[in-house]
Nanobody, 128 residues
Framework: QLQLVESGGGLVQPGGSLRLSCAAS????????IGWFRQAPGKEREGVSC????????EYADSVKGRFTISRDNAKNTVYLQMNSLKPEDTAVYYC?????????????????????WGQGTQVTVSS
């Protein structure tokens, strides 16, 4: 069955870096746009970034632009989120999700409702 598994979370000091991975199985990975989302305690889940099924287009929330980079490796059925210059406000559970909703060269991380398949999440804590 379709499965998404996040990894790479952990505890990091402010200014540090982490790379999250989202490993997919059970579906034709190259047909799906993949998004990264996060949810902090007491807050709603929000979109962080997405990458189109073609890999040509990427989108970022304003709060992470210039610090986070999303990429995909279709040969490994994996999407990555490189997070640099981390801040305490980046602390959250990070989820990846997949959707067939978009045409090949488009995605939108703010349309959470169109992402059909979700992973279980990985905790990222930014603290000194």
């Amino acid at each position: 069955q379709l499965q998404l598994v996040e990894s790479g979370g952990g505890l990091v000091q402010p200014g540090g870096s982490l790379r999250l991975s989202c490993a997919a199985s059970g579906f034709t990975f190259e047909y799906y746009a993949i998004g990264w989302f996060r949810q902090a305690p007491g807050k709603e889940r929000e979109g962080v970034s997405c990458i189109s099924s073609s890999g040509v287009s990427t989108e970022y929330a304003d709060s992470v632009k210039g610090r986070f980079t999303i990429s995909r490796d279709n040969a490994k059925n994996t999407v990555y989120l490189q997070m640099n210059s981390l801040k305490p406000e980046d602390t959250a559970v990070y989820y990846c999700a997949a959707t067939e909703h978009y045409y090949r060269d488009y995605c939108d991380p703010q349309q959470l409702e169109v992402y059909d398949y979700w992973g279980q999440g990985t905790q990222v804590t930014v603290s000194s």
